[in-house]
């Protein structure tokens, strides 16, 4: 029987590569068969997730995403040249909390800048003619974020919903191209950047964020598996659809 989740074959972009979900994303599409190609902006922290990657035909692609009008031509000339993607996820974002009376056109700029528009210059990088293989994925990683309102993260909020909102979009224009488009909404994860947002916290806000885990505080690799299936033949099957990844955080 053939398995549904091999990934043997299969060409994979991950933009966020050097570190937490997207690093994680990186090891298991690898170990599932695939070639991956990792991006970030520092090339050394990419050439260091290199050798923790089972398998051959691997690759880094350093690029700063957020430069979106150049990210379609860097796609098309780095990306592309090494064979059409079967594959493309989306794990690029930045956190601040800042009260809404701290409002700034910088903040919102940098926000949604690098939250949602990134994802949208990538998509629109993957669908030029050549850049996508028949039956081609994309997964965009969201937050539960999108779902929630907090305090002091209204800004960062608006951008994780606005990606949700773009997966459905993107999931209707680009069916023609063949390319399906999911996202995924974790909660707490322990990474830099969830340490980073309690390192800015007291003891309390950190207390009780930890209480609405009823399943205790994820790991990267338990979004990596979710972000896996999406890209596998398994969900062959659903596109424009989001996929909670929150430990029982939205029914606690």
């Known amino acids: 029987m053939t398995d549904p989740f091999d990934l043997a074959g299969r060409r994979i972009l991950i933009a966020g590569a050097s570190a937490g979900i997207g690093r994680a ?27 923790e990657l089972a398998g051959e035909g691997h690759a880094i692609a350093p690029f700063d995403v957020t430069r979106l009008d150049e990210v379609p031509a860097w796609f098309k000339n780095e990306v592309c040249r090494q064979g059409p993607l079967h594959g493309m996820v989306y794990c690029v974002g930045v956190q601040q ?7 700034s056109t910088a903040h919102f700029d940098r926000i949604m800048h ?10 629109r990088g993957m669908r030029q003619k050549g850049c996508a293989a028949p039956a081609a994925s994309m997964v965009l990683v969201s937050s539960i974020g999108g779902f ?30 063949g390319i399906r488009v999911n996202s995924v909404a974790p909660a707490m994860i322990d990474t830099a950047m969830s340490r980073k947002a309690f390192a800015e916290m007291n003891e309390s806000q950190v207390a009780s964020i930890l209480q609405r885990h009823p399943m205790g505080m994820g790991q990267p690799e338990d979004v990596a598996a979710p972000i896996a299936f999406l890209l596998s033949d398994a969900s062959k099957w659903i596109t424009g659809t989001n996929l909670t990844v929150d430990g029982g955080h939205m029914v606690g």
């Open 114 to 123: 690098t939250n949602l528009g990134s994802a949208l210059a990538l998509a």
């Open 97 to 103: 909390t800042l009260p809404v009376r701290s409002f």
């Open 148 to 177: 929630l309102g907090q305090p002091g993260n209204v800004v960062y909020g608006a951008s994780k919903a606005g990606l949700m909102s773009a997966a459905r979009g993107l999931a209707m224009e680009l069916l023609r191209d």
């Open 25 to 51: 994303a990186a090891i298991l599409v690898a170990s599932l068969g695939a070639s991956v190609i990792l991006n970030g902006r520092d090339g050394e922290r990419l050439e260091a997730v290199l050798p």
